[in-house]
């Protein structure tokens, strides 16, 4: 998937339709991503960076931060929606851990259009061969 590169390339409004499904983005779940994601966010919590720590704490090995989800949720919503969206509310409930080896694809649907805000709320998932890692709705305002 291309991310859009210049606010120009951001989708409007009102060629924005209700149902409309975003493209699924697959990301590939790696040590790096989960070890990185979790020191960015300073969460030195040992289950995020060390594999026999959270074996220790009966996990098949680490498993990836709240936050680090959070920060792929608005990568998947942002590049559908382009550079100049402004991001409202995200909501988001954990389900399934995500752990390295797997691949998490993401899909998501427009929901409800607002006129006198001009933002639309996209429903979304995230899912690996477990299940669903995350699901919830984002609130996105477009020109």
């Given at each position: 998937m291309t991310l859009p590169k210049t606010p120009s390339m951001t989708r409007r409004f009102d060629a924005v339709q209700p149902g409309e499904e975003l493209p699924a983005?697959?990301?590939?779940i790696t040590v790096a991503l989960i070890?990185?994601?979790?020191?960015?966010?300073?969460?030195?919590?040992?289950?995020?960076?060390?594999?026999?720590?959270?074996?220790?704490?009966?996990?098949?090995?680490?498993?990836?931060?709240i936050l680090t989800t959070n920060g792929l949720v608005q990568r998947f919503v942002e590049g559908w929606t382009g550079a100049g969206a402004r991001l409202c509310e995200l909501k988001i409930k954990l389900g399934a851990p995500n752990y390295p080896g797997d691949t998490m694809t993401f899909s998501g649907t427009v929901g409800a259009k607002?006129?006198?805000?001009?933002?639309?709320e996209i429903q979304l998932k995230?899912?690996?061969?477990?299940?669903?890692h995350v699901s919830g709705t984002v609130r996105v305002q477009l020109p």
């Open positions: 983005l697959a990301v590939p070890a990185g994601g979790a020191i960015a966010t300073r969460d030195y919590f040992p289950g995020h960076h060390d594999a026999e720590a959270a074996r220790a704490l009966g996990s098949p090995h680490i498993f990836m931060n607002r006129d006198h805000d001009r933002t639309v995230g899912k690996n061969a477990m299940g669903n």
